[in-house]
């Protein structure tokens, strides 16, 4: 099997679903994306979450400095990262009335 998944679909989101991904809390959160999903031009980082007691999966060296900020925050307790949209026609409705093309299900 490749690393990458390469396409889309309705498929694809289902089975992210009965994986678990997007759901839980703490130690017991999956996100709905790792970093091994797709390929990076850039830079992506797991970074240990000491909150939650897990690994923390990053796309960019912004998310990762922001998770920085958050961690050492007395007031956060719970950091879910690359949470997703489950409701995704919310969010093709929204690209659509602002003129956005969206990446959605086939």
Do not use: C
């Amino acid at each position: 099997m490749a690393k990458y998944r390469r396409s889309w679909s309705r498929e694809t989101f289902n089975s992210y679903l009965k994986e678990g991904r997007g759901q839980g809390r703490g130690k017991g959160y999956k996100p709905w994306l790792t970093i091994h999903d797709f390929p990076s031009q850039g830079r992506s980082t797991r970074a240990p979450d000491w909150k939650a007691g897990r690994v923390q999966h990053f796309m960019s060296d912004h998310e990762v400095r922001y998770f920085y900020l958050l961690e050492w925050s007395d007031s956060v307790t719970d950091i879910r990262e690359q949470f997703p949209l489950i409701e995704y026609e919310v969010a093709r409705e929204i690209a659509k009335d602002m003129g956005i093309a969206y990446f959605g299900l086939t």
